[in-house]
């Protein structure tokens, strides 16, 4: 009931909004990604600097139904929308320009097991009316996007993706990165990132409890203060990014480790960082299902995959690409004890030869990648 209503809410606000001038200079970027590796953030921050001459508006979050009508105006007067999530314009004539928001390893729309009929038919037929521009970033991503969502080949277009293009300039020194959040200063400083997948969809109340208990992992053994010692050992900091929801599950997330630090989204908006802005300070990337490897692949630093909850998580919604094993290039650990046994030996010219192998075959095109977008957008695109 509450879907059915809040669609009724975007078609009246739709509808009303066309009654607005379209301007060919008004950009508005309807940004469903927070600032976690947002391609609509990373696209407004480059264009307030590039394209002043362009009129471009930020809406977050998105969807909502708490916009005010002034942005709705914003909205209809638009001659570019932007999207990371669902397509989405108020009239025929305005273009919609789908970013999203990573190569798919996860399956959606008609390939989840977790998904309905009614709502994968709707997403389809929306896709199909709305989206004029799909950035892509391979021919691997154009098959995956398509099997999930059934967009014709026409629409996309190998543009790249914007958030690409703040992996190779942090806004900020790797220095400062650890003072900010670990307060410390550190010459031999290796800085690692954990960034999990939405778990809570697994619908494991022992996994939420573990969370709620400080258990960030989820790991059966896991022991905060033997990790955050083995770390110190090692000149070793782990930042750990989790998804907003389990954030809030934390009864005290402010870490009282010497090593190990919650980056919430506070420090992300009071700063007006997106998290791509930051990654490039990290030395290796931890996670699970999170597509965020395959961008951090760009990099050309390890990659370490947590396995605690595989079999689950396949069963579950399950995963676009297969065998696990093969198609992440990095070390696998199913628990705490694992991950120590490995800190010290987190790479090697095999497991980097495979990373370089998994990014030509994900990336075929060359940055800067805003630019790309942007010059399509305006210039090329004929409808």
């Known amino acids: 009931m509450k879907s059915f209503l809040f669609r009724l809410y975007l078609a009246w606000m739709k509808f009303r909004a066309r009654f607005t001038t379209m301007e060919n200079n008004n950009i508005v ?10 391609n609509g953030y990373a696209f407004y921050k480059w264009l307030l600097i590039n394209h002043p001459e362009y009129n471009t508006t930020l809406v977050e979050p998105w969807p909502s139904s708490h916009l005010k009508w002034e942005t709705w105006q914003k909205i209809g007067a638009a001659r570019y929308v932007i999207t990371t999530h669902q397509p989405f314009k108020v009239r025929k004539h305005q273009i919609n320009v ?6 798919p390893l996860k399956r959606m729309g008609i390939m989840a097991n977790n998904t309905k009929y009614r709502d994968n038919k709707r997403n389809e037929k929306m896709w199909h009316k709305t989206a004029d521009v799909v950035a892509s970033s391979s021919d691997l991503y154009e098959t995956l996007m398509s099997a999930c969502m059934a967009i014709e080949t026409k629409k996309y277009h190998k543009l790249g993706f914007p958030r690409l293009d ?7 020194s790797k220095k400062q990165f650890l003072k900010d959040l670990f307060n410390v200063e550190d010459e031999k400083a290796q800085i690692g990132i954990y960034m999990p997948t939405f778990r809570y969809e697994l619908e494991d109340k022992s996994i939420m409890d573990k969370i709620k208990e400080g258990n960030f992992f989820a790991f059966e053994d896991f022991d905060g203060e033997k990790l955050n010692d083995e770390l110190k050992k090692r000149h070793q900091y782990l930042v750990v990014k989790l998804h907003p929801y389990e954030m809030r599950l934390f009864a005290n997330f402010k870490s009282n480790y010497s090593n190990i630090a919650f980056l919430n989204n506070d420090y992300l908006f009071d700063n007006n960082y997106d998290l791509y802005e930051l990654l490039g300070n990290t030395d290796f990337l931890m996670t699970d299902f999170s597509s965020i490897y395959f961008d951090y692949l760009h990099l050309h630093k390890p990659v370490v995959f947590v396995t605690n909850f595989l079999k689950q998580y ?13 198609i992440t ?11 120590i046994d490995n800190l010290d030996h987190l790479d090697n010219q095999q497991i980097a030869n495979r ?9 075929q095109v060359k940055g800067p990648y805003c630019e790309r977008v942007f ?4 210039q090329e695109y004929r409808g």
């Open 166 to 172: 703040l992996l190779s300039n942090p806004v900020i």
């Open 355 to 363: 990373r370089l192998y998994w990014l030509h075959l994900t990336n």
């Open 29 to 38: 970027i309807l940004n469903g990604s927070g600032r976690s590796g947002s």
């Open 314 to 326: 396949e069963k579950t919604r399950g995963l676009l690409l297969g065998p696990y094993d093969e």
């Open 329 to 339: 290039p990095g070390i696998h650990v199913n628990s705490e004890s694992e991950l």
């Open 375 to 378: 010059n399509y957008m305006t």
């Open 98 to 103: 789908q970013l999203w928001h990573g190569v």
